[in-house]
Each structure stands twice: as C-alpha cells, then as structure tokens.
C-alpha cells in the first residue's frame, strides 16, 4: 500500500541535501565571526562624540566596559557618562577624545564643551571592520539579540569602504536589522507598534540627503508573540547581482530586484544618474563592511509617539534635547534593568559570510 505523504516526505529530504551539496560548491565560508575573543585589529572602534548625523545622546569609546566578549557572545553596552566623569561634568565639564585617539572629528566630535546642552550623557561602542574585512554580493547570517531599555537603539549594518559614489547615501547604506529597545511605543501615524517587538531592514540611496530614497526600500518585521529584545533571532542578506533580500528567522522582511535602468529608475528621479557608470545594483555593486553599534535617542524616536508608561522626555525641536533625556533618568533608566545587568547590550553569537 503506498504512502504518498511519506513518499513526498523523503523527495523533500532529497531534494534538501541537493540543494546543500549545490550550495556547498557554489559558495564559500569567506568571513566567520564566532566572537570567542574581541579581535581589536578585526574590529575597529570608532572614537567619537560626534552624534551620527541623527542626532543621538551617546559618545563612542573602546572602553570595555561598552563593548566586550562573556561566553562567546560579542556584548555591545550603553553605560552613562556621569558613572565615568560625574553628573556635575555633564554640565561643565569638557570631552576631549583627542586623548583617546579620537578618529571622527566630524561635527567637532573630538571636543565638546558643556553649555547650555551638556555634555553627551551616554557613553557607548561602534565597532566596524573597514580596515580588515570588506565584500561585494554574498549571504550574510548574524545572530543576536536586540536590547531592551527605552530609547535604545541597536543595529547591525555595513557601509561602503570607499565611496565610490559619493557622500552618503550617493554610494549606499544597507541595514540588515535596527530595532528600538522601548517595551510600550506606538504611533498613531500608520506606523503602529515599534518598540521591540518590531525589526527594520533598509536600503540608504539617493544622489543626496534630501532624496534619500530609503521609503521604497525599507520593511519592517512585527513579532505577534515575544520582542527581539527577550531571545536570539537570525538575521540574513542575501545579496546578489540581481536583487537584494532580507530576512529573520527565515522569513522574507522585504526585498527589491531593480529593473533594468538600476536604482535610478526605481527612484522615478530626474537629472543626472550618479550610478551611471555602475551595474544595475549600483551603488550596491561595490565593496561594503560590517558596521555594529548600540546608539541611545535621536532622530530614530519620532514626536508624536505614545510611550508607554511616560512620554518621549524630548522633542525633535529641542535645542536642548540631551539635557531634556538625561533630567528625566529616573523615568527611562530603571527599563534598561528590567530582569538583567545585561538587559541594555546587544549580543551578537556569530556573524558569517558566504560568496555569491
């Protein structure tokens, strides 16, 4: 008597390990990361107050207290400044990063002087691999876990090594996972949830700031159960020469295929291309490296938003918007605590890389 379930079962089993072996001889391993130490000449730090181009309310150290390896797991910490410096240098003290080997200068980002904004009250790490390991199309896998704690904002992304386009986003930016660390947020704006039980990948392009066209090519994942924030996901990029696709735990989270006239024609602009001279994908068609930071407030939390249980201690207007995050601690800082010392870090247990 025939089975014809049992019978599909074992074509499904075949037809996987073919597809295994077929990968096997067309890809290749070329990066792995298992953080079983935190190699400095892999990874390197930025040393910065510069706040990101988002205006964010962290400094970027190499300090290991922000960034360090425990059981094989990469920990990547917001810590406050005042628990290095005091509260009192907030409000007169002067950052001077140039004694700490300060290497973005952007924004006068090596030196910052107290006023009438104080200094950056969260000191964080941003770790990339520009001068050790960079790649153009290929499967990425990472898996980690998001922080939790209101106004947290994690991510996992790569930049072009050598703007061959141009400035930002001219030669691209692509952002394999962004999240929130806030419980309870939600918009009235269609946005809906995006705390974190919601994940983001995007594409960064355009000929300029004010055209960034990252609307056509940003999507978002939302959990109906649990946060990313409470266990391990894995988070992949396949990038090819026809398309590019994101996803979590296996599912697709968005994924665009240009048409023949590249990203230009996609973004419906006029004028000049700037990708003219490059492939469809362009300025996807060039080499990219790893980006991983954990920044705090900024331009990612829009007003207008419900928190819950008090409301955004800024707004996008203020002249004063660190000042305004950091007198109200009392309300954000016990959430990034909740059931753990380490509720606050993003964790990454691996990071590998395969050819096209």
């Not at 200068?105 to 520009?130: H, K, L, M, Y």
């Not at 929130?180 to 039980?197: M, P």
Request: net charge neutral; aromatic share 14%; with cysteine.
């Amino acid at each position: 008597m025939s089975h014809p379930s049992k019978s599909l079962f074992f074509v499904v089993l075949i037809l996987q390990a073919f597809l295994a072996v077929v990968l096997a001889q067309t890809s290749q391993l070329v990066f792995q990361e298992d953080f079983n130490t935190l190699d400095r000449n892999r990874w390197q730090h930025l040393i910065t107050a510069w706040r990101g181009g988002n205006n964010e309310f962290q400094y970027y150290t190499n300090r290991t207290e922000n960034s360090y390896v425990k059981n094989g797991v990469l920990f990547i910490k917001p810590t406050l400044t005042a628990d290095r410096f005091g509260n009192d240098f907030l409000y007169t003290g002067t950052l001077d990063l140039n004694k700490e080997g300060c290497n973005i200068n952007w924004d006068n980002g090596c030196f910052v002087q107290a006023g009438a904004e104080i200094i950056n009250p969260i000191q964080s790490a941003r770790i990339v691999t520009s001068k050790s390991f960079s790649f153009t199309y290929g499967t990425v896998e990472v898996r980690a876990k998001m922080p939790r704690g209101d106004w947290i904002w994690p991510a996992i992304w790569m930049l072009p090594t050598d703007s061959v386009y141009g400035n930002w986003p001219r030669s691209g930016e692509i952002d394999i996972v962004e999240a929130r660390g806030n419980a309870d947020l939600t918009c009235n704006d269609g946005q809906g949830k995006i705390g974190n039980s919601k994940m983001y990948s995007t594409l960064h392009w355009g000929p300029d700031g004010a055209n960034n066209q990252f609307q056509k090519t940003s999507w978002a994942k939302l959990l109906s159960n649990g946060t990313y924030s409470s266990d391990f996901h894995i988070y992949r990029l396949e990038w090819l020469s026809t398309g590019i696709t994101f996803k979590v735990d296996g599912q697709v989270v968005g994924s665009v295929s240009p048409p023949a006239g590249g990203f230009w024609q996609l973004s419906g602009l006029t004028g000049t291309n700037p990708w003219a001279a490059g492939t469809k994908m362009a300025p996807f068609d060039k080499k990219f490296h790893f980006v991983l930071n954990v920044a705090v407030g900024g331009n990612f939390f829009p007003d207008g938003c419900v928190n819950v249980p008090y409301n955004k201690p800024w707004t996008a207007s203020s002249s004063t918007p660190m000042r305004s995050f950091w007198e109200r601690k009392c309300e954000w800082y016990p959430t990034w605590y909740r059931t753990s010392r380490d509720d606050s870090a993003m964790q990454v247990d691996y990071i590998r890389v395969w050819s096209a």
